[in-house]
Structure formats: C-alpha cells, structure tokens
C-alpha cells in the first residue's frame, strides 16, 4: 500500500536497530487494517538520541517505540510517564501528545501478562508463587506483571548478582507492593523453586550464542510452567528442557507480540489483534535471521 500525504508515521529507535521486529509487526498490521500509515526504523547514538526525538515529533510522527540503549534516557525526557513506565524508570513507548508533550509508557507489563494469560488460565498464578530469574530492565516489566495483573503472593527474584536482586525488590516494597518480595542469588534456586508454580527467565542467558542458565528443573513442582522470554532463538535450551519434564512452557514471543498492541493503538487509533497468522510471520522473520 502507498503512502499518501495524510499518512500516520511512527518510529522504533535504538542503537542498533537493524534487529528491531517493530517494523515488521507494525507493517503486518498496517497492511491488515489497511491503515495509511508506516514504522519507520530510526538508528540513533546516545548522543543523538533527543535530537532525533525532537526531530521526529517537529515531523508530525505520532510517536516512537523505544529499544536499546535508550529506555532509561526516554523515560527522562518524558513530559508525563503512565505507572507502568515509573516502575521501571525506563519506557518503551514515546507517545507524541497533540499539545506538544511527550508521554512516556512501559507495554513490557503487559505484553508479558497478556502472554501468560493466553497460554496459561488467567488466576494462574492468583494467590501464588512464582520465580523471576533476573533484575535487568526486562525482570523489573516481568516482576510488575506477576504483582498486578497476575496477582502473585510471593516472588523470589534471583539473579547472578544478588546485590541487584535486593534492590529490586527494595524498589517494589518502597512502591507499597502487597506481593512479597524475596531477592536472593541463583544458588538459592532450589529453595525458591518448590513452591512455586510460575518461573520466567528474564536473563539473557539462552539469548543468541549466550551460554544458557545452569539450573536444575528436578527441584520444581510438576505442576510449575516455565517461560522464557528470550525469543531468539524462540525455543530456548530452558523452555525444550521444560517441556521434556511435561511442564506447560511459555516462549518470549508472546510477550513481545502482545506489548505491540498498545503502542499500536497509540500510533494509529485501532488496537490489533495478536493473531496466529502475526505469530507465524514473525517466527518466519526469526528463522531467517539466524
Ligand atoms: P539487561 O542487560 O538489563 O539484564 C540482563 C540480565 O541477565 C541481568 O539480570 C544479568 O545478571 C542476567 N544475565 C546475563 N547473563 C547471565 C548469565 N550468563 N547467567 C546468569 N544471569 C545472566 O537485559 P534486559 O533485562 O533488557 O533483557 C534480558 C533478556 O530479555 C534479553 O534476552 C532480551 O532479549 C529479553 N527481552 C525480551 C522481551 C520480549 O518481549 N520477549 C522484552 C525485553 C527483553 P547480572 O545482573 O548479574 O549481570
């Protein structure tokens, strides 16, 4: 489809960001909708970055979705930030508001929420425990999920160094999170992982040539699902382990596909539908990228 002049234009930047599947996501539902409209890629430095944000939004864009190194820097320059956004100190979504401000949003939330709401029951992990392995950017997006809308009980956040673990968990206690937090280091793994009946990977451990995590799944209860939310490569070492023990596995592509959805609608006034034909484009896009 041709762009015509009136077209809603949105941006994805990064550094680099050749590898962004924002593009293809957005297109593939640009094209569904019919929408006259385009995502264009936007590869910009540190440096660089608010000019070019600056520069896009003079342009009329709509808005910007946002990947690395910039999450932190976008949520600074943000005018106004939805929960989500503060909770991580760090947004994926810029929205270009019609008085000139810029509105910051974090849609990991609820694209990892959204994915393990459709592959598991909605009160899955309702009144529950569940593991994080991670405190990175994308664990603290995983860990506001489990608390709401997930609803777990405890959460024991488990990383390679631990001293990140505990101020993770500190932050989320500060924000008068009723879920308990409980950080400690991956050796704690075992104790933590009888109880629970939810584990998300948020390392990047499994991730591309990444070594992946060397944890022991015997120490889980059978009933326990396992995701991953690395995507690349889309079946990880942990998940294809997980399913051989017959746990229920969740992958990262879900998580991925869904936090489209609303920035989407923020861009171009329809919100989409995450369907399995969208599923099948981009895991064709994944496999050729290997
Ligand atoms: P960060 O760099 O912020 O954090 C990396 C995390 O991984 C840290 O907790 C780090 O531990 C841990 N880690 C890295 N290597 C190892 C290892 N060998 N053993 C144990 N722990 C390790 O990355 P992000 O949080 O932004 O991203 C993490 C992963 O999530 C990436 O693979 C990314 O692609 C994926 N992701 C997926 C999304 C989706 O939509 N599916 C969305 C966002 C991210 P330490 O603190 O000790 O260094």
Request: proline letters at 4%; one cysteine or more; a neutral charge.
């Amino acid at each position: 489809m041709s762009l015509t002049g009136k077209a809603k234009l949105a941006g994805v930047i990064g550094w680099p960001v050749s590898h962004s599947l924002s593009p293809v996501l957005h297109g593939h539902w640009l094209k569904e909708y019919e929408i006259d409209g385009a995502m264009v890629p936007l590869a910009a430095t540190r440096e660089d970055f608010s000019t070019v944000i600056e520069g896009v939004r003079r342009a009329g864009f709509k808005g910007v979705n946002v990947t690395v190194p910039h999450k932190e820097a976008a949520f600074a320059i943000a005018h106004t930030a939805d929960d989500a956004a503060k909770y991580a100190g760090a947004a994926n979504l810029l929205v270009f508001r019609d008085n000139g401000t810029v509105h910051a949003r974090n849609t990991d939330t609820y694209g990892l929420a959204a994915s393990i709401m459709e592959v598991l029951e909605p009160a899955y992990l309702l009144g529950k425990r569940g593991v994080v392995l991670g405190a990175g950017g994308a664990a603290r997006g995983v860990i506001s999920a489990m608390v709401s809308p997930l609803g777990a009980s405890w959460i024991h956040i488990l990383n390679r160094d631990a001293h990140r673990a505990d101020v993770l968990a500190k932050q989320f206690a500060a924000e008068g999170s009723e879920t308990k937090l409980i950080p400690g280091s991956l050796d704690d793994w075992a104790t933590a992982a009888k109880d629970a009946v939810l584990v998300v990977n948020a390392t990047s451990a499994g991730m591309g040539a990444n070594p992946p995590l060397n944890i022991d799944l015997s120490a889980l209860r059978k009933d326990a699902a396992v995701c991953d939310i690395v995507y690349n490569p889309l079946e990880t070492k942990l998940l294809k382990d997980a399913a051989a023990r017959g746990h229920k596995t969740v992958d990262g592509l879900g998580m991925l596909l869904h936090q489209a959805v609303p920035s989407f609608e923020a861009f171009f006034g329809v919100s989409p539908i995450v369907t399995p034909a969208l599923r099948a484009a981009l895991v064709k896009v994944l496999g050729a990228n290997k």
